[in-house]
């Protein structure tokens, strides 16, 4: 059935600015939009129901990019580590108890409910090794009616006995959950299940040379999603260079087993990425997932967005928990436009990003991962939020200052109405 909404749309179909639509309308049927207009009489509304959410803002959903949902009781926990040593004492530990599918299904639901209360409607996701419990989480974004690609972790060196899986453990995992989440039924096969498996390298100090092989062969025998780690940190690139001697940079570790745009791939933080890696990332059409609170607390580095926004890289932006400390997606726009505005005060020539900007990283841009999300322009998947922003004194400000003032003093108490696929979705059971 057509639905018509009625609020002040604002989106970004462009990045350096937003479309605004001052009691405008968006017509949507069988999950994806129509069109846009500030005029009813724009589209046919016969049959159609009208739904007016008077004085609120309507904006796309947001997509975390990179985040480990295992990770969910950790936030906020050792962050005064960097990377490897965090990694050792707090990430392995807590990540060895999803071998526990009871305890695995807690947290999850812990985790979905604060994705949901901050209105993020995508995610790529990083589960554990366990195949069992990796299957609880996919069942739960399902039940949920919230967009995942979820991977069951690869890893079998360099870290404890616990998460340690053989290559043919692995790759039976991995098939048992591609063959249970494949696509459910002709009626949908347009477009892609909401919830389906990611091919998880964890990165490539945790996966022997058989592993990544096994890995990049998955991915091209059905044609699945790749992500992992990138030049996050600079010890662990060293690190790299030790394991994979043959490789020119870090990504061409990943490119010479099939796991760097073979498929569509998306790579968090890249920190480090410059030269050949750049290089490679834009040949093979790479995305980078930038996290900025997991760079700061862990002191990895300043990523250098601009700069790989002007070379054409395709960017998405990840909470990246709990290496990161935020679950609210709209604060992680916050902070990409700091992070710039730090490389801004060493190098002038590169100007620091702007809200539209990031705006449109975190939505059209980290969209198109999943497909056509992330905007509302006609044939876009209707992911949707709508914002009750009256504490927030809106009739003081302009609709764009009005969605500035939400996404930087906001917090999910405004998140009135969520919507995915064009459906919305209700609160998830804790
Ligand atoms: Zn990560």
């Not at 002040?8 to 937003?18: A, V």
Request: charged content about 20%; overall charge negative.
């Amino acid at each position: 059935m057509k639905k018509i909404y009625k609020a002040h749309i604002l989106f970004t179909k462009e990045k350096d600015r937003f479309e605004v639509y001052e009691n405008g309308y968006v017509a949507v049927e069988n999950g994806l939009v129509i069109g846009v207009s500030n005029n009813l009489s724009d589209f046919d509304s016969e049959g159609a129901e009208l739904i007016d959410f008077g004085n609120r803002l309507l904006i796309p959903a947001m997509n975390d990019m990179h985040v480990h949902a295992p990770q969910v009781h950790n936030q906020g926990v050792a962050m005064d580590l960097e990377l490897l040593p965090w990694l050792q004492n707090y990430t392995f530990p807590e990540e060895s108890k999803y071998a526990d599918v009871t305890y695995a299904e807690r947290m999850y639901r812990r985790f979905l409910h604060t994705q949901w209360l901050f209105g993020t409607m995508r995610s790529v996701v990083f589960a554990t090794v366990h195949t069992e419990s990796t299957r609880c989480l996919m069942h739960l974004y399902q039940e949920a009616g919230m967009g995942a690609l979820v991977g069951k972790v690869a890893m079998n060196r360099n870290c404890p006995e616990a998460l340690r899986e053989d290559v043919d453990a692995a790759i039976e995992g991995n098939e048992q959950l591609i063959r249970e989440f494949s696509d459910p039924s002709p009626l949908t096969s347009h477009i892609s299940p909401l919830v389906r498996p990611i091919i998880t390298p964890r990165f490539v100090p945790s996966c022997t040379p058989e592993l990544l092989k096994a890995c990049g062969e998955l991915a091209a025998k059905y044609q699945l999603p790749v992500q992992s780690h990138l030049s996050e940190n600079i010890s662990e690139i060293a690190w790299v260079a030790e394991l994979e001697p043959e490789s020119e940079s870090y990504g061409d570790a990943y490119n010479r087993y099939g796991l760097f745009g073979q498929t569509p791939t998306i790579m968090a933080h890249c920190v480090w990425t410059h030269g050949k890696e750049l290089e490679l990332m834009k040949r093979n059409d790479v995305m980078v997932a930038h996290c900025p609170t997991s760079n700061f607390n862990l002191s990895s580095g300043l990523a250098p967005i601009r700069s790989l926004l002007d070379e054409g890289v395709k960017i998405g932006l990840g909470s990246d928990i709990s290496g990161g400390h935020d679950l609210n997606m709209f604060r992680m726009l916050t902070y990409a436009i700091q992070v710039s505005k730090m490389h801004y005060q060493q190098d002038h020539s590169k100007a620091f990003l702007t809200l539209p900007e990031v705006f449109w990283i975190a939505t059209k841009s980290a969209g198109s991962f999943f497909g056509k999300v992330g905007s509302f322009e006609p044939g876009y998947e209707f992911d949707a939020l709508v914002i009750d922003d009256s504490v927030l004194y809106p009739d003081e400000y302009s609709l764009p200052h009005r969605l500035e003032r939400f996404i930087y003093v906001g917090d999910d108490r405004q998140i009135l109405h969520r919507f995915c696929r064009g459906v919305e979705i209700k609160e998830p059971k804790m």
